[in-house]
């Protein structure tokens, strides 16, 4: 079995700006993985507040390949690197290898059947006037994502509204509230009818949320990384959201999506950025889902051919030229 990586960079149609980032690009960190003739891909982005970048992947990726002895399983994967954009990238290499060796999907592999997957659009921090427009000019996209921090966010968020009275919305504050700031815009994002917030107090400051049953229901993102946080974060949140980069790949993010939907927790599957080829795992973890998140090649220039087919928010399975 022959392991390489690669990093590669995808220029985004403008800048992503949430609470305290700014995307310039799409930063892609490759694994390819030949057996037999056969090679399986997979693509991570990194955990960016954990300090992942595509030269400390590179970097850990060496060590790892100095380091590692034995067969190279999807099993080994796990017991010899952390949760991170690493194994996330391994791990769905060795999927889509798998996948090509035995003839078949991988989500016929993980016994899955798929559903239609209707993915969100998501806007950035901008202007108030920049923020209506762009919901304005995606009347395509049902679901809207609206990213927002401590600036204006209800009239921000007032703006979009009133730009798309017809648009489901889920907000996400990236850490970037208080649980004062929290509670003071309950009332009014309730009168709106937003759907979700996503991660409104900063990972680790979020024990004011413990036990709370909020007018809309509140999503962990930074707070809920891998299997082991899932009581913590069921404590606090009433959704999760499932992330193959922050989970460490394909195989971690279906047992949490299993043991979840077991418990009877809400589920969104979303993504740290990337091509089709990062999107295409994560629409496995979708059929789980009641939101998802992987509308990333919609805010990149371009992306791989073949990409994913995006049609008015809906997603069509990855053809088995991209992956799996």
């Not at 590179?58 to 952390?82: C, I, K, N, W, Y």
């Not at 059947?113 to 998501?122: D, I, Q």
């Not at 049902?142 to 919305?169: F, S, T, Y």
């Not at 937003?194 to 930074?222: T, W």
Request: aromatic content about 8%; glycine content about 8%; charged content about 25%.
């Amino acid at each position: 079995m022959n392991i390489s990586f690669h990093t590669e960079e995808w220029p985004v149609k403008k800048p992503l700006v949430i609470t305290g980032h700014k995307f310039n690009e799409h930063h892609a960190f490759v694994a390819e993985v030949e057996s037999g003739g056969f090679v399986g891909r997979g693509e991570s982005f990194g955990v960016y507040y954990l300090g992942e970048t595509s030269r400390t992947l590179a970097l850990q990726a060496e060590s790892f390949l100095d380091d590692f002895s034995g067969d190279m399983t999807r099993e080994a994967v796990h017991q010899s690197l952390p949760a991170g954009g690493l194994r996330n990238a391994l791990d769905c290499a060795l999927w889509d290898l798998a996948a090509k060796k035995a003839g078949k999907r991988a989500w016929e592999l993980a016994r899955i059947e798929l559903a239609p997957v209707e993915t969100v659009y998501t806007i950035g921090i901008d202007t108030i006037a920049a923020m209506a427009d762009d919901a304005r000019r995606k009347s395509n996209q049902r679901i809207l994502k609206v990213k927002l921090n401590d600036d204006q966010p209800v009239e921000r968020l007032q703006a979009i509204r009133d730009a798309r009275p017809d648009a489901e919305i889920v907000v996400d504050a990236n850490q970037g509230w208080n649980i004062g700031s929290l509670e003071r815009y309950l009332p009014q994002l309730e009168k709106m009818k937003i759907a979700m917030i996503e991660q409104p107090l900063p990972r680790g400051g979020d024990q004011d949320l413990n036990g709370h049953a909020y007018p809309i229901r509140i999503c962990a993102d930074e707070s809920f990384l891998t299997f082991g946080d899932l009581d913590y974060a069921a404590e606090r949140y009433q959704m999760l959201n499932i992330k193959l980069d922050k989970a460490g790949g394909l195989t971690e993010g279906l047992r949490i999506a299993r043991e979840a939907k077991a418990r009877g927790i809400d589920l969104m599957v979303g993504s740290m950025g990337g091509t089709s080829l990062a999107m295409a795992p994560a629409y496995i973890v979708a059929q789980f889902c009641e939101f998802v998140d992987i509308d990333g090649p919609l805010l990149a220039k371009y992306d791989r051919q073949p990409g994913m087919v995006y049609d008015n928010g809906m997603v069509s399975p990855p053809r088995a030229q991209l992956w799996g």
